[in-house]
């Protein structure tokens, strides 16, 4: 059984930062790509970021410069640091990887289950 576990969410004012982590256990063989996703209310799920196993990232337009997504392969384990939050960044955050399981080697994509984060004045 292999797992994603977020934390880190919250409530915060536009200008702030927030830190989120998502970390995989279970009977993991390798991890490839890991990403966070987001989903505002009444909209679709988008992809915020992306990271590759040898650590090559990419963003969405609308958190360059913002949000820096990085992991720790010891850990199983992928961060995403958000500054100057905004109003429009409230969503529910997903964690997101294609792992590797032990059992047959078989690559299968998890999810997590989702952190809130809020940004308002």
């Known amino acids: 059984q292999v797992q994603l576990v977020e934390s880190g969410g919250g409530l915060v004012q536009p200008g702030e930062s927030l830190r989120l982590s998502c970390a995989a256990s279970?009977?993991?063989?390798?991890?490839?790509?890991m990403a966070w996703y987001r989903q505002a209310p009444g909209k679709e799920r988008e992809l915020v970021a992306v990271?590759?196993?040898?650590?090559?990232?990419n963003y969405a337009d609308s958190v360059k410069g913002r949000f820096t997504i990085s992991r720790d392969n010891a850990k199983n384990t992928v961060y995403l640091q958000m500054d100057s939050l905004k109003p429009d960044d409230t969503a529910v955050y997903y964690c997101?990887?294609?792992?590797?399981?032990?059992?047959?080697?078989?690559?299968?994509?998890?999810w997590g289950q989702g952190t809130q984060v809020t940004v308002s004045s």
């Open positions: 990271i590759t196993s040898g650590g090559n990232t």
């Open positions: 279970g009977r993991i063989f390798g991890i490839n790509d």
């Open positions: 997101n990887a294609e792992i590797i399981v032990s059992l047959n080697l078989r690559r299968n994509d998890y």
